[in-house]
């Protein structure tokens, strides 16, 4: 699987739109971008995953770039249950278990 | 709403002791795993299974055995729990090899004393 790069932490005002990045330079052509969140004590929820376009669900939206080497997950309304950890993951879909980085933790402020 | 229930939230247990940790999905799914989390170290698999009876290695599975006699149910065996196996321990389910969405349960802090 390729690796992911995430920032180690940021900030987001509650009500503002929540913008997380990450690099995946090394991402190969039938790989997937997935992103899970944790909040404190609890299992990872699925957030949302794309190959190559846009995605938006419920949740959130997945932006990919055209080279797909760094995507941006948007969390478009932000409160402060949003506040978690958040994981890139980069991976072919069908291969077996999930391989988590350190992710970022997202503090939404009120 | 897909349900993965672990079977106990909190464990703890002695040094030696033979440890079962239960896991349950309601969907149906084919793939189940189980995960161990520590501070610093993240996630990281330790077995998985993609059929009854069927299981795979992850990438720490040592100390570790597993189960999976029906569909819905895949139990994490510690034959001899060790300090070291103190961990958050996760559940997940998917929906099939070439679906991977996991959907994780509530984890088992285990501590081992």
């Known amino acids: 699987d390729a690796k992911t790069t995430q920032p180690t932490s940021m900030d987001c005002a509650e009500g503002r739109a929540a913008n997380l990045p990450c690099n995946h330079s090394t991402i190969s052509g039938n790989e997937y971008v997935y992103w899970y969140r944790q909040i404190h004590s609890q299992g990872p929820q699925y957030i949302i995953h794309?190959?190559?376009n846009n995605e938006t669900n419920e949740m959130a939206s997945l932006i990919i770039t055209e080279d797909r080497k760094s995507s941006t997950l948007i969390l478009p309304h932000a409160t402060l249950r949003d506040t978690a950890v958040y994981y890139c993951i980069v991976r072919v879909r069908g291969a077996d278990g999930l391989t988590f980085g350190k992710g970022t933790h997202l503090i939404i402020q009120p | 709403d897909v349900k993965v229930t672990q079977s106990s939230r909190y464990l703890v247990k002695r040094t030696g002791e033979k440890v079962f940790l239960e896991c349950v999905q309601d969907m149906d799914h084919e793939n189940m795993f189980w995960y161990r989390q520590d501070p610093g170290l993240g996630l990281r698999l330790i077995y998985f299974?993609?059929?009854?009876?069927?299981?795979e290695k992850g990438d720490i599975p040592e100390g570790y055995s597993v189960s999976r006699e029906k569909k819905e149910r895949f139990s994490l065996i510690l034959e001899s729990a060790s300090t070291n196996q103190t961990s958050m321990y996760l559940c997940?389910?998917?929906?099939?090899?070439?679906?991977?969405?996991?959907?994780f349960g509530q984890g088992t802090r285990l501590t081992v004393v």
């Open positions: 794309g190959l190559k």
């Open positions: 997940a389910s998917g929906p099939g090899r070439l679906d991977t969405e996991a959907f």
């Open positions: 299974s993609y059929d009854v009876k069927m299981k």
